[in-house]
């Protein structure tokens, strides 16, 4: 079973950025694929971008082009880096492992 603990998340105004950090228990670099999540109020959660250890990346439309997913396997880290933040960008944000496991959540808040 493989821990997530997110953090970086906060409120900022539209335009600004933030860096959410996903930290696994153990070493990314036997995860095959990791991803960030995220859920609205009233939404069903959906993928913000995904990475596989191989190095490919997907993207939701709407984020792509200011978001950037990496990872940092000598730390276990996978980061999502978020710029030019709109206020539908709002939502608890999950870090994912292999598509079984989940972190916490961090709340990101884009005020207009």
């Known amino acids: 079973q493989v821990q997530l603990v997110e953090s970086g998340g906060g409120l900022v105004q539209a335009g600004g950025s933030l860096r959410l950090s996903c930290a696994a228990s153990?070493?990314?670099?036997?995860?095959?694929?990791m991803g960030w999540y995220r859920q609205a109020p009233g939404k069903q959660r959906e993928l913000v971008a995904s990475l596989a250890s191989g190095g490919s990346t997907n993207y939701a439309a709407s984020v792509k082009g200011r978001f950037t997913i990496a990872r940092d396997n000598a730390k276990n880290t996978v980061y999502l880096q978020m710029n030019s933040l709109k206020p539908e960008d709002t939502a608890v944000y999950y870090c994912n492992a292999f598509g079984l496991f989940w972190g916490q959540g961090t709340q990101v808040t884009v005020s207009s």
């Open positions: 153990e070493s990314t670099v036997s995860i095959n694929v």
